[in-house]
């Protein structure tokens, strides 16, 4: 079993910029790849971008340009930084974690919210 704890969400003016964290904890050994999702109000969950142990990052490509995510396996983290946030990045945004074996792990979510 792997835990995902998300933390960084909160209230962006649009233009502004975010950091979203996520810790992993359990058998973190058997994490292939950390990354994130979003979910929009009334829209499905939709993959953003994820890091693998090779250091090999995917990006969705509407948000290429303006996020980049890091990981470090070691500490067993991934962070996503989001500049010249929209109200169309306004979502809830879910950390995950596919581990060897290819199950798939989520965190509870944290909420953007871009709004003046």
């Known amino acids: 079993q792997v835990q995902l704890e998300e933390s960084g969400g909160g209230l962006v003016q649009p233009g502004g910029s975010l950091r979203l964290s996520c810790v992993a904890s359990?058998?973190?050994?058997?994490?292939?790849?950390m990354g994130w999702y979003r979910q929009a109000p009334e829209k499905q969950r939709v993959f953003v971008a994820r890091?693998?142990?090779?250091?090999?990052?995917t990006y969705d490509d509407s948000v290429k340009g303006r996020l980049t995510i890091s990981g470090d396996f070691a500490k067993n983290t991934v962070d996503l930084q989001i500049t010249t946030l929209k109200p169309e990045d306004t979502a809830v945004y879910y950390c995950?974690?596919?581990?060897?074996?290819?199950?798939?792990?989520w965190g509870q979510g944290t909420q953007v919210t871009v709004s003046s």
């Open positions: 890091v693998n142990r090779d250091g090999i990052t």
């Open positions: 359990g058998r973190t050994f058997q994490i292939w790849t």
């Open positions: 995950h974690a596919y581990v060897y074996g290819g199950n798939d792990y």
